[in-house]
């Protein structure tokens, strides 16, 4: 049993809850069981003598073979794949320092960016307080985070400016197969890049931009509950459902790299596996073994 496991009691009318395929919410505190008959631990969770218990605040939110908790808070923990904005914090002979939300900084390698970069010149491309849209590589046992420049929808952001919410939040503002995020950019004429980290880069008329900065106040405080693409949707003047498959917003991000340097390959918002399967009441789709 994990040091300072206390098994949590279960609230009135649990014990006879469908274990998944409930629209239910469920809410659950740190080290409560969850009823979960034939489903794997998932972000969010663990197991103990076969009993599935939350590891942090959140809503049971089953994805079987998996059943995770989505925390409604929370600092940011990265995973491999994860899109996220980072920030310069200082610049080395051969690598850049980013802070990234995590509980360590991220360095990005010089071999980690399309560019030919020679030793030394590394604040020539980035200095201290740029922002760059980095992919999380992954995790090693020491907790060093690998990141790479290297990819579609990566590379340097200029002009626009930055917005933080909760990580947790992050799959509701991006909603179903992109709709939300959609629907802000269409609605408010900025593009959105949003981090998996709780940082979203913003640009396009100052109006719009405070527009996309109330919708996300709006995520940030009625994220958790139902109801939430129409609230958006009234707070920004529409009607309706976004139109699926929308056309995504495009910039090139390569505007402030050297003379004759265009590597840097075309943006969009990052719609990765945290927003294929979300909905108004759920937070990623993709699920990790959490044994």
Known sequence: MPHGHRPGRRGPGREGAPSHGTSDRILVLPGEEIAARGLQPGTGTYRVNGHIYA????????????????????????????LVIGIVTDVQGTF??????????????????????DFGETEQYL???????????????????????????LGKLE???????????????IGKGGSMI??????????????QNGRLWIDGPDEGILRVRE?????????????????????????GRPPVGARE??????????????HEPRHRPPLGEDAAGGSEMDGDNSEQDGN
């Open 96 to 117: 850049w320092l980013l802070d990234i939300g995590a509980p360590r900084w991220a360095p990005l390698h010089m071999t980690g960016t399309p560019w030919k970069i």
């Open 55 to 82: 590891s942090v605040l959140g809503l049971v939110q089953p994805r079987p073979p998996f059943v995770r908790v989505a925390p409604l808070s929370g600092r940011y923990i990265p995973k491999a794949r994860d």
């Open 182 to 195: 959609q629907t802000i950019q269409q609605a408010t004429r900025c593009e959105v890049v949003v981090g």
């Open 127 to 153: 200095k201290v307080g740029d922002a760059v849209v980095v992919s999380v590589e992954q995790i090693e046992n020491t907790g060093r985070i690998g990141v790479t420049m290297i990819g579609d929808g």
């Open 249 to 262: 917003t495009e910039r090139s991000p390569g505007r402030g790299s050297p003379a004759g340097e265009e």
């Open 215 to 239: 919708a996300l106040r709006l995520v940030e405080t009625e994220g958790q509950r139902r109801g939430l693409t129409e609230k958006v949707q009234s707070l920004l003047g529409i009607s």
């Open 159 to 173: 002009g626009g400016t930055l917005a933080t919410i909760s990580p947790a939040k992050i799959p509701r503002v």
